[in-house]
Nanobody, 125 residues
Framework: QVQLDESGGGVVQAGGSLRLSCAAA????????MAWFRQAPGKEREFVAS????????YYADSVKGRFTISRSNVKSTVYLQMNSLEFQDAGVYYC??????????????????WGQGTQVVVSS
């Protein structure tokens, strides 16, 4: 059974930084693409960033490019999301997601099979 456990959420001032972590179990992590999504109150869940199985390929939503960085440690079976210059619209529940690595040319597909429970990010003034 795949388990994804997010951590690192909390309250941060606008302009500040936060680092999210997601520890994976029950997944062939070193052969999996991983991603972060988020959902703000009253809005649909949206894609934030993804990273390929070997950490070389990354893909970001336009809204976070240049501010967020996704990375991974296959030794620790953990994926990270470093969030800098946080804005009010970055607030929401952040979800970790995983899938078996996409076939060639399909990396930017935002369909993922496994999901964590989410961690809350609040951006204050």
């Amino acid at each position: 059974q795949v388990q994804l456990d997010e951590s690192g959420g909390g309250v941060v001032q606008a302009g500040g930084s936060l680092r999210l972590s997601c520890a994976a179990a029950g997944l062939a992590f070193s052969n999996a693409d991983m991603a972060w999504f988020r959902q703000a109150p009253g809005k649909e869940r949206e894609f934030v960033a993804s990273i390929g199985w070997n950490g070389i390929l990354t893909y970001y939503a336009d809204s976070v490019k240049g501010r967020f960085t996704i990375s991974r440690s296959n030794v620790k079976s953990t994926v990270y999301l470093q969030m800098n210059s946080l804005e009010f619209q970055d607030a929401g529940v952040y979800y970790c997601a995983g899938r078996a690595r996409a076939i060639s040319g399909q990396f930017r597909n935002t369909q993922f099979a496994y999901w964590g429970q989410g961690t809350q990010v609040v951006v204050s003034s």
